[in-house]
């Protein structure tokens, strides 16, 4: 029925007279966009199927191809935009739910890019980190403040909780092998291990190959509980209990049964080519007394040894949720913005639940301050930082460490089409097709990761000079380092901030 | 219209000067005027201050508060609440002489109090934590009442002018103690009040600084979690509490309290022997919070002694030298030439390095 054609978001674009019809572009194209046909000699496309991936174009040798938007369109209308229209024809075709990846794309504002970082003049001495030290290094942790002495009045140090010691303050965010393919995790593995930081695991599992980089590894232990066992557990630095992610709050992880191959099948241990759906709750833990439970099992299982993260989406009630946490035992909580990605969410829930990264954290920050409770546990931010600029205004706002995940994968080829879920990644990143997966090379992949974390944490250090810090233990909270730009007195107010000017 | 301080933060140089005698022998303050005067150029006229330790021997059991009020309305509340909470065995008006350049004095109180045992016991509280919240309390609740001084046997004087003018202006001539720290302060804005000028007290620590700490918010926002206030927006202010929370509530030694604000460079902590470096982890990932960067050189005194010490990367300069029984610790040279024309061992300590003098055993049977 004429009614079920869904028109090509994007049109894609040949110079004829530049193509020489080496048909590259059809055999990387695993949505078949690119066809031959010989009795034309012509290329033709399927341009209906195409996600702009941007593969053909970068493999094209002569630089025949383009991608752009599909000029033909709908009736223009701000309330009913051609997508939308669209999404009402699938449903009504499938009687299904939308399904969508990677972060929220919609039109919500970006904090980050309202807030400007300081810098001294005159009064205090700028420093630059290419002539002077400057420090990264953060620990996650406990830090009880109460000292006791030894009988010689040395100081007694046994007390302390597990700590985490980043050597750089980014880590990698939870992204599932099954989600993500072997290389990539393999490219995270080895990147974490190389920098002195961490990747986690996410909800997956841990494939037998990459329990050598255990050191650097966090391992999450979600409401599926995938590939949860002993050996997974102390394979771990640190564990990870994921109670929301920031795409998707409130509900489970979603791996389509297309991505369940082999490998992934054994170490999620889940039948292979099924669907994984993890539960919304963890079917043992249905209040506040019960994830403390839940933590206190876990270090009981690990002899208290590792730091127990508490990962959360932000919601609109964030900070009690965290103050509740801070009172249950963990040592490190994890605080996902509504921008965050995922390999597959459905749609509606990814754009429109949750709040922004910047107001939750400000929020927490601030009433674990109040609550005078900030010290008993680390909080690490997640959920859209995109940039060192907008790292630093984490840090500033309270963050003691961050989790990147897109700015990871955009590091190892990832063009943002937000087609994970389609499970036939180009960029053999969100795919499990041997063909696509062997696409990237880990030995490469690894060393890009490590150039972006260096590239950041440099950047990040020429700002902290700017402002006159030389240990980032000083910029943790330096909300007098921020200021607000066109932002209403209420959001100043939840951000702890002066509007530029003051 | 301008704020005042407190209202809005006030970055400032200075200049910073302070001497001891160990043996415990009553210096005047006349000295302390005349070091800090030759670095005259320092300042601007917009601040200055000193401490003095040993100077009201007669009372050296009693707390000894010393106050601004706007007004005597402000006076009478503030004398009502001391009144609930403490004995207070004297009280007066500070003498003060006039001095052209002083102008727009407030009322300048002095009271000698004990808390009242019934008061401190139903607090549950130890009496110094009594005291400080005594204190934090009339500066946060009286409107124009402001202690700025709540030691034993020591005393804060403090005005807006050039710290030589504020010194004549409260006659320090006229009073004689073991050790005193002066400060005279370059602001970038016009404080206009009092209270903001320097040193700042909480009992009987007290803090001159020269320097602009770039950590400022990140050490305001984390000592106001233990019931700190931090009313002044100054530097000296947070580095005052920063003190009074390591040394007196969690008992840190002051070589130690030094580790965590100007913690050595984990590059420099890693080369240490397994004992030492672990201890130096320790407190500055336990304290991390408490590190203070940026320029800062700062004199600590305290009953019995005096605690020099430099941002680590000594973004500021500080000497120190010695004379038979005393030791001296300023700016610049200059500040002690003037009061010791043959100090000897003049040197820089290195960023981070604590200097400490103290009363020699005579000097604390003397004066303690």
Known sequence: MSVNYIPATFAVLRDTDRCIKCRACERQCSNEVHYYDADFDKMFVHEEQCVDCQRCVTICPTNALKITENPNSFRKASNYSQQLILENYRQAATGAVLLSSMGNPQDFPVYWDKMLIN??????????????????????????????????????????????????????????????????????????????????????????????????????VASGRFGVSKDYLDAGAAIEIKMGQGAKPGIGGHLPGKKVSDDVSKTRMIPKGTDAISPAPHHDIYSIEDLRQLIFSLKEATDYKKPVIVKIAAVHNVAAIASGIARSGAD???????????????????????????????????????????????IVAAGSIRSSSDAVKAFALGADALYIATPALLAIGCHLCRSCHGAKCNWGIATQRPDLVKRLNPDIAYKRLVNLVRAWDHEIKEMMGGMGINSLEALKGNRLMLRGIGLSDKELQILGIMHAGE | MLQKEGAVRIPSGCAITGFISRDGRRITGADAIKSIAVMHDRSNGLGGGFAGYGIYPEYKELYAFHLFFNNNSAREETERFLNEHFDIVNLSRIPTRQVKSIT?????????????????????????????????????????????????????????????????????????????????????????WWGGAHPFALLDYTIVHNGEISSYDANRRYIEMFGYKCTLLTDTEVITYIFDFLHRRRNLSLTEIADVIASPFWTTIDAKPTAERERLYYLRNTFASLLITGPFSIILGYSGGLMALNDRLKLRSMVTAEKDDMFFIASEECAIREICPDATGIRAPRGGEAVIAELNEEGRRKCL
Not at chain 1, 192 to 217: I, M, R
Not at chain 2, 117 to 135: G, H, I, N, Y
């Open chain 1, 119 to 220: 810098a001294s003049q005159v009064t205090n001495p700028s420093i630059d980190p290419l002539r002077e030290p400057m420090e990264t290094k953060v620990f996650l942790g406990k830090k009880h403040t109460h000292i006791t002495r030894n009988p010689d009045g040395t100081i007694d140090m046994s007390e302390q909780s597990p700590q985490l010691e980043l050597k750089y303050p980014i880590m990698f965010s939870a992204m599932s092998y099954g989600s993500i393919s072997y290389n990539a995790h393999e490219s995270l593995a080895r990147a974490a291990t190389e920098l002195g930081t961490f990747y986690n695991t996410g909800e997956g599992g841990l494939h037998q190959d990459f329990y050598q980089y255990k050191t650097n590894t966090i391992v999450q």
């Open chain 2, 104 to 192: 727009n004095e407030p009322l300048i109180w002095r009271y000698f109090v004990n808390p009242l045992p019934t008061r401190l016991a139903a607090s549950q509280l130890d009496e110094t934590e009594f005291v400080t919240k005594c204190v934090i309390n009339i500066n946060t609740t009286i409107n124009g009442a402001y202690v700025f001084s709540s030691g034993k046997n020591m005393g804060v004087f403090k005005a807006v002018g050039f710290p030589e003018d504020v010194g004549k202006f409260y006659r320090l001539d006229d009073y004689a103690g073991y050790s005193w720290t002066a400060h005279g302060r370059y602001p970038t804005n016009t404080p206009g």
């Open chain 1, 332 to 378: 490190i909580l994890v605080i996902d913005g509504f921008r965050g990605g995922t390999g597959a969410a459905p749609t509606r829930i990814r754009d429109n639940v949750g709040i922004p990264i910047e107001l939750a954290l400000a929020s927490v920050d601030q009433r674990l301050r109040d609550e005078q409770i900030r010290n008993e546990i680390s």
